[in-house]
């Protein structure tokens, strides 16, 4: 497994109001973030018993959520999965249970956006949503979450624009250092200690829809022929201010997607700016180190492409992705996002 492991959080939350409310962030402790500006729920309520409604409010200059090429502007999808990634980790640390020194791993997550118009950014103000969660199969000992089925609704200006589903197993701390410890055989490093020095070349950053090259997780980008479209090596930086907000010991699920997004926008063609992924359907098998290098390959698979990370010999994440071309008359136009 692969996880969504963050820093311990270590205060209370505030109680959520009866109608979701846009005016400050949650506290930073309840998503497991360091920087208060990568905190987008701004409030939470239990709609019943296995029911509850995030609010969510999207950055409008974000360095990284908001540099994209696609226009119209869209809400990132990687900030749509950041969206859900915080709504369930609310959801999990005030009503389910789960303590603050627990670590949060993923082992499958399904996400569909089927209208992509329908997250065309405002441009004159902050987007703001609702990310509905529902809770399913939970599986505990005694009173301890193991794990859990987390299914998201977005929803957007009142209508349901995509659904996210994300399979959670909860560890404590201790058990969760003393897992990564056998299972490699010794501590794995931090990323803060991992040399900051790009490995290879990253691919141009328009041909992947980033504006940014410090946004750019592909390097050394080839066509090898046969059934792989092409094949790259997996460079996320470890100083990302997004996808490391605070150290951690193996590549997050988070920048994994990244990756997956802008492989198969690459293998898609361009003009990158009139490709949109819509899609996603990821399997994490392990943990990707940070000492090891990783391959990324993509091939076809029907409408949408299977992107595979490799490491040491073995598959550690497959991604699915689908990818939509915008109108052409739409890559005209001049919104910002």
Known sequence: ???????????????????????????????????????????????????????????????????????????????????????????????????????????????????PAALRTRGDAPDEFVVEV??????????????????????????????????????????????????????PPLSSAMPVERAGVPVAPGLVGRERAGNVVLTDVEQPGGSALLRASLDVPVQHPAMYDHPLDHVPAMALLEAARQAAVL??????????????????SRFVELDSPVTVTVEPSGERFTVDFRQDGASVCTATVGVAGLPAAAATTTDGG
């Open 1 to 115: 497994m692969t996880i969504a492991e963050q820093e311990r959080p270590d205060a209370a939350p505030a109680a959520a109001s009866a109608e979701p409310a846009y005016q400050r962030s949650m506290d930073r402790v309840l998503v497991h973030r360091r920087a208060v500006m990568e905190v987008f729920v701004t409030d939470a309520a239990r709609l019943g018993d296995d029911t509850f409604a995030v609010a969510v409010q999207a950055p409008r200059a974000h360095s990284y959520y908001n540099d994209h090429t696609q226009r119209p502007a869209l809400l990132d999808p990687l900030f749509l999965l950041e969206a859900a990634r915080q709504a369930v980790t609310v959801v999990a640390h005030q009503w389910l249970g789960v303590s603050y020194d627990t670590s949060f791993l993923i082992s499958d997550w399904t996400t569909e956006f089927p209208e």
């Open 267 to 284: 293998a898609a063609g361009a003009p990158a700016e009139r490709r949109y992924a819509y899609a996603f359907d990821a399997t994490f």
């Open 134 to 187: 529902t809770t399913r199969d939970l599986k505990r000992r005694g009173t301890r979450l193991l794990a859990a089925t987390l299914e998201c609704v977005f929803v957007v200006g009142g209508r349901r624009a995509g659904t996210s589903r994300v399979v959670a197993g909860y560890l404590s701390r201790d058990g969760y250092l003393a897992h990564r410890e056998k299972s490699r055989g010794n501590v």
